[in-house]
């Protein structure tokens, strides 16, 4: 059987839309990306996951350890749910969940919280003053680790952290150690130029060789960079971590002495934007089906739904894919729809009303704000449905 007969028969009680996960697809790209770590721990991003059951498997799974969540509210819920050694990575703004994880030591000897400034400081003490007793907070400091070139007209990067240089990092690890209450636990970097953007983008081979360039100079001026802040806060108090990477920029960033773990989790599902990368080829593991409602033209076909577009700059990278059968393309006047999307193509003769087209969303996790369910085909069997935060009735963006 080809892969669409093989998920067709998985799925033959399903009525579509529905979402997917090939577990063997899975465990190929997770054993791929601990074969690119290198001895060093994976800590699953929990955003590219977004389902508990998941989480669970792939953690179980040798080569990682511990999640890295988006918010705290996420995180008190996976905590109370068993899971350990949580990195919140972006810093929150929610009074409440901070007063709970004060409040709760359980939950915080397992969760840290990320800041960049003393204002997170200030902001975390505001709302923790009512805790009775108060649980110490462990926090982890973000860094900048964007390209800056050209005395600063030129940056790739994600703008997250204003720390950039080690003096500053220092200087904050030191207020954090004078702060009654707080413990800093570890470090975190993530070059978003690196991991986060494919050096091989298809038809675009000057483009290509810019990021290549780019990309190189980057690492060699972050290893030196991240190097001397890991040093100089080392300097200032112990560190259970430095966190760094991503799916895109894993074997590269295990490289470095000061990393001692490393972030990952679109790289388990291999959504479409992942297939523009040199270093490794995954294989396509998350998928929804939408069933064809409408044959308008002979080369037509129309789809229930499909406007799943992912966060990002708009643009056509940013739609997902339709994937099987091969072929198919979008009307270039409607794109994919709010509540049918067509679909043009020599494909579309052979499909049918009630036939399913299997799309690939162009990111990981978000596929999960969108359907309760993955269900989970091994083989050609369905063994098992598993609820996404969705399904559980949590929504934490």
Not at 20 to 43: E, T, Y
Not at 347 to 360: E, K, M, P, S, Y
Request: glycine residues 10%; contains cysteine; aromatic residues 8%.
């Amino acid at each position: 059987m080809d892969e669409r007969q093989r998920y067709d028969r998985a799925t033959a009680a399903l009525e579509p839309p529905f979402a997917i996960l090939d577990l063997a697809a899975m465990r190929a790209n997770a054993a791929d990306l601990v074969r690119r770590a290198g001895g060093k721990p994976i800590r699953v991003a929990s955003k590219s996951v977004r389902s508990r059951a998941v989480l669970e498997r792939v953690l179980a799974m040798e080569g990682f350890r511990g999640i890295m969540a988006f918010t705290l509210p996420e995180a008190l819920w996976l905590a109370g749910h068993g899971f350990t050694d949580i990195l919140v990575a972006y810093p929150t703004a929610d009074r409440h969940a901070l007063a709970a994880l004060a409040g709760d030591a359980q939950a915080a000897r397992h969760i840290t919280v990320t800041i960049d400034s003393a204002a997170h400081l200030d902001f975390i003490e505001t709302a923790v003053a009512s805790a009775r007793p108060r649980a110490e907070i462990r926090v982890c400091i973000d860094l900048d680790a964007g390209y800056v070139a050209f005395g600063g007209k030129f940056r790739a990067g994600a703008l997250r952290s204003p720390i950039r240089e080690s003096e500053q990092a220092a200087d904050l690890a030191a207020i954090v150690a004078k702060r009654p209450g707080f413990r800093l636990t570890g470090l975190l970097a993530y070059e978003a130029q690196i991991a986060g953007v494919g050096d091989a983008p298809p038809g675009k081979a000057l483009y290509a060789r810019a990021i290549r360039l780019m990309q190189a100079q980057s690492a060699r001026e972050l290893v030196m960079r991240r190097g001397r802040i890991v040093n100089a806060v080392r300097q200032v108090t112990d560190l259970e971590f430095v966190n760094g990477g991503g799916t895109g920029s894993i074997e590269r960033t295990v490289r470095e002495k000061a990393i001692t773990e490393v972030a990952a989790g679109s790289g388990l599902f291999h959504p479409r934007l992942f297939d523009f990368y040199r270093r490794f080829t995954g294989h396509p593991a998350a998928l929804f089906a939408l069933p064809v409602v409408r044959r308008p033209g002979p080369d037509t076909v129309t789809v229930l739904g499909g406007g799943y577009v992912a966060s990002g700059s708009a643009g056509p990278s940013r739609l997902p894919q339709p994937y099987l059968p091969a072929g198919l393309r979008y009307a270039p006047d409607e794109g994919a729809g709010e509540v049918q999307t067509p679909l043009l193509g020599q494909a579309a003769q052979d499909l049918r009303i009630g036939d399913r087209v299997w799309f690939r969303h162009a990111k990981a996790g978000e596929l999960c704000e969108r359907f309760d369910t993955l269900h989970l085909v091994d083989g050609d069997t369905l063994v098992e449905s598993a609820p996404t935060y969705r399904g559980e009735g949590q929504t934490f963006l």
